[in-house]
């Protein structure tokens, strides 16, 4: 009978050590970036209805939350630990309505850039609340209630400024004309969930459009849809190793890039309604160059997906092109550390460079920076000659329920290590 690895959860540092080819099957875990909206959806809809919130997890059910509403109006309340999350700007729209106020420290998250927010202010300006950014963060004010449709064009299409207009449409009960957004899964998901509640949303490439309910549902369960990026990396892996693999759980539309990625490199991929089929058995490649131009676009190449198809690129032949201006410090990150296994990159600039493989990686110590640049060390690692430790997982625990146990389950050696 096959076992499950234990898993790796507490440990502080993971070695990763090559072995043979990964096959088998694995599922991914719902998507952080899709469900920090939907959360964030769901109780901007509860204060639409004149309730506070809270998140409560059915006892015996881990992978459910339920919002429910709060029974008394408390004040403002101080959010300290937003700075920790880049999403934290998700809960504006909700306090607003609650509170007439939001006030919270700057975002956090990855450290891969400077990571603005004025497109943020610019659509909480579009509803009439007006934006103060002081030393200790920002603070957004409702305006005074108004009616009729807000229309504005995002500058460049954001996904969090995306979201946020949808939320604040929702929490404001007014309809929105949003030109340029960002139509991507983890938005999509939002809008599915809202059209389910009642609300009226259509997505297209250069306009969301959404309007209220006539009337409101009250029970909507929504689910969280596989996370495409954790996928993706599974993908990498196998394919870097040689191995054939199954992923599950991840909709076939989401990993259209990524899958146009591994082909261009001769990896042979079959991506079914709702799983991903990796073969690269035969060892064959096209020797074609990658050009993984992270974009903003419908249909790009997601940024979160380049660091694992780095490492992959760095087994195959060619000479391939990284581009990440989305993050401009991702590469600041990355770089560094695959060059710890001895990877030789050339940086033509801080958000461009190239490499030439097939390269021959050796083991090293090295440091999740950032989710992603964690994720592609554990691909980098499971051909590194010798033993890679991976530090810094708390990092790599944000965006992944448990990436290493996954990696086992289709046979990478990586265990815990005492520091
Ligand atoms: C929690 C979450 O879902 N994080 C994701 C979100 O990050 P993030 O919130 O950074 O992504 P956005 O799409 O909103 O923004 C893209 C980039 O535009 C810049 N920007 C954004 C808004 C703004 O008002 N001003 C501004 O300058 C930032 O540098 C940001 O890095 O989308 C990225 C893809 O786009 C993903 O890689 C991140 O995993
Ligand atoms: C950049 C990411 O996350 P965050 O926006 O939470 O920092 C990520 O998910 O890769």
Redesign the pocket.
């Known amino acids: 009978m096959p076992t499950t690895p234990p898993s790796l959860t507490a440990a502080e540092v993971i070695a990763v050590r090559p072995g043979p080819p990964l096959t088998g099957t694995v599922a991914v875990d719902g998507s952080?970036?899709a469900a920090l909206p939907l959360l964030a959806a769901a109780a901007a809809l509860d204060l639409i209805q004149q309730a506070g919130w809270h998140v409560a997890q059915p006892v015996g059910e881990p992978t459910t939350a339920v919002i429910v509403p709060a029974e008394s109006r408390r004040s403002l309340p101080e959010l300290p630990t937003a700075a920790h999350?880049?999403?934290s700007y998700y809960l504006v729209p909700a306090l607003l309505a609650r509170y007439g106020e939001a006030r919270l420290p700057g975002p956090g998250?990855?450290r891969?850039g400077a990571r603005g927010m004025d497109l943020h202010f610019k659509v909480y300006e579009a509803f009439g609340d007006r934006s103060l950014v002081d030393d200790s963060g920002y603070r957004i004010e409702s305006g005074t209630p108004r009616t009729g449709t807000v229309s504005l064009v995002l500058p460049f299409r954001s996904r969090g400024a995306t979201v946020v207009a949808i939320l604040r449409a929702v929490t404001t009960g007014r309809p929105l004309r949003l030109g340029e957004p960002n139509p991507s899964p983890e938005v999509l998901c939002v809008l599915d969930a809202l059209n389910q509640a009642g609300w009226e949303g259509r997505a297209g490439e250069r306009l969301i459009t959404l309007s209220p309910p006539c009337s409101a549902s009250n029970d909507t369960e929504w689910v969280v849809p596989g996370d495409k990026?954790e996928a993706g990396t599974l993908a990498c892996a196998v394919a870097t190793t040689g191995g054939i693999g199954r992923i599950e759980g991840a909709q076939a539309e989401d990993m259209s890039p990524l899958v146009a990625a591994l082909r261009r490199l001769g990896i042979s991929v079959s991506n079914e309604a709702n799983a991903l089929t990796v073969n690269a058995e035969d060892g064959r490649t096209t020797g074609r160059p990658l050009r993984a131009i992270a974009s903003l676009i419908p249909g790009g190449l997601d940024a979160?997906f380049e660091p694992p198809l780095m490492a992959l690129a760095l087994g195959l032949p060619g000479t391939h092109l990284f581009a990440d201006s989305i993050?401009p410090g991702r590469h600041g990150n990355l770089l560094p550390q695959l060059a710890r296994l001895g990877a030789g990159i050339e940086e033509m600039s801080p958000t461009e460079c190239r490499l030439t493989g097939p390269q021959h990686l050796i083991g090293a110590g090295v440091e999740a920076t950032?989710?992603?640049t964690g994720s592609a060390l554990m691909v980098a690692g499971l051909t590194a000659q010798g033993v890679t430790t991976l530090g810094g997982l708390d990092q790599l625990r944000?965006?992944h329920a448990d990436l290493p146990g996954k990696l086992r389950t289709l046979g990478a050696d990586i265990c815990e290590v005492t520091p």
């Open positions: 952080k970036n999350i880049r999403a998250g990855c891969i990026v979160d993050n950032d989710i992603r944000r965006g």
